[in-house]
């Protein structure tokens, strides 16, 4: 049954580390029509703070905007940071500072509030990633189009306040844009609550990057260890997450190192063979991400280069993350949602709505 004495008041909460697409963001938001956020919370978190270069907030948005440093502690801090400084509105919604509110998207966004039932701690909007028309994807922006079908993604996530309460918030353990989402979608899941679908649209360009940035997203393999952690084996079932390479990626680095290893022990046929298995695994990685591809040399090039690199990266961040999370415990699930409360020993269902 859905509350409707929910009131519709709502905050937005856009991290940033003042990137030019904050302004094409802001610009979105304001054009939007129908309720005007309560107050547009706008956490600068990059270290040492400071005014954000070149910021000019819509004059639909400047009575109600407020910029607060965040201290370069992570986006899962900087969106408890934001939050600490929205008032009481009962919904907040996280914002990505690359993403474009569609054209109806105050409109849309009210009515997935409005028909959200009491117990919905949390409603997800529909990412758009555009792609080229004229050519085939390159490997970074099929990585980037993954964000249209993921869950729980707060690219662009309305959270109901009273859930966040329950649940102390993200996990400022996660010090990167990385399964921080996830991990408080886990938590509120486990306490009875409910995480639904809206129809509001909001747009996720490809953001320019250069060709180590697949390097540079192995760090995550140190995160995906403190979900291990903090959610069991089975996270990644229950999270709907991919799971990646990572068996492939180790399997890869061992053959490498042992073909050092046996070469530094003269041991040539072993060297041989292990050196044999690291190049056929290698030229497997490459070819699975040229295929699907452009097929330039540009993208060619990039995809041989990291590929080489990519599985010894993964395999050192999944070590870190064993290291620096080895003592790392669940904070346990969110309280449970009102219709939970009265009746404490009814059994609890965790739900998904789409």
Request: glycine share 10%; net charge positive; aromatic share 6%.
């Amino acid at each position: 049954m859905n509350d409707t004495r929910t009131p519709l008041s709502y905050a937005v909460v856009i991290p940033t580390l003042g990137r030019p697409s904050l302004g094409r963001c802001l610009d979105a938001l304001a054009a939007s029509p129908g309720p005007r956020p309560a107050r547009v919370v706008i956490v600068h978190d990059r270290p040492g703070g400071g005014a954000i270069p070149g910021l000019r907030i819509p004059e639909a948005l400047k009575a109600r905007t407020v910029v607060v440093p965040g201290g370069g502690r992570g986006p899962a801090a900087a969106r408890n940071t934001g939050v600490a400084a929205t008032g009481s509105v009962p919904w907040i919604v996280f914002l990505d500072d690359d993403v474009l509110p569609s054209a109806t998207w105050g409109e849309d966004l009210v009515r997935d509030l409005a028909t959200a039932s009491s117990d919905t701690a949390g409603v997800s909007a529909r990412i758009d990633v555009p792609l080229p028309a004229d050519r085939r994807a390159t490997d970074w922006e099929r990585n980037t189009a993954g964000l249209a079908t993921a869950r729980w993604i707060t690219a662009d996530m309305a959270f109901r306040r009273e859930a966040l309460d329950a649940s102390g918030g993200f996990d400022e353990r996660f010090r990167r844009a990385f399964r921080e989402d996830a991990d408080l979608a886990l938590r509120l899941l486990d306490g009875g609550w409910v995480l639904a679908a809206g129809t509001r649209r909001t747009t996720h360009p490809v953001r320019p990057a250069d060709r180590w940035i697949s390097l540079r997203q192995q760090a995550g393999n140190a995160d995906d260890i403190l979900m291990k952690r903090l959610h069991g084996a089975d996270w990644w079932t229950r999270a709907d997450a991919p799971r990646g390479r990572i068996p492939r990626h180790l399997a890869v680095t061992a053959a490498g190192v042992s073909a050092l290893g046996c070469a530094a022990l003269g041991r040539r046929t072993g060297a041989a063979v292990c050196a044999a298995g690291w190049l056929a695994g290698t030229a497997e990685f490459a070819l699975a991400r040229i295929a699907p591809g452009p097929r330039t040399r540009e993208e060619i090039t990039s995809m041989l280069l990291t590929s080489v690199v990519i599985p010894p990266a993964a395999a050192w961040h999944r070590v870190r993350g064993l290291i620096a999370h080895r003592s790392a415990r669940p904070r346990g699930p969110a309280g449970p949602p009102a219709r939970y409360r009265s009746a404490p020993d009814e059994p609890r269902r965790a739900e998904v709505r789409s």
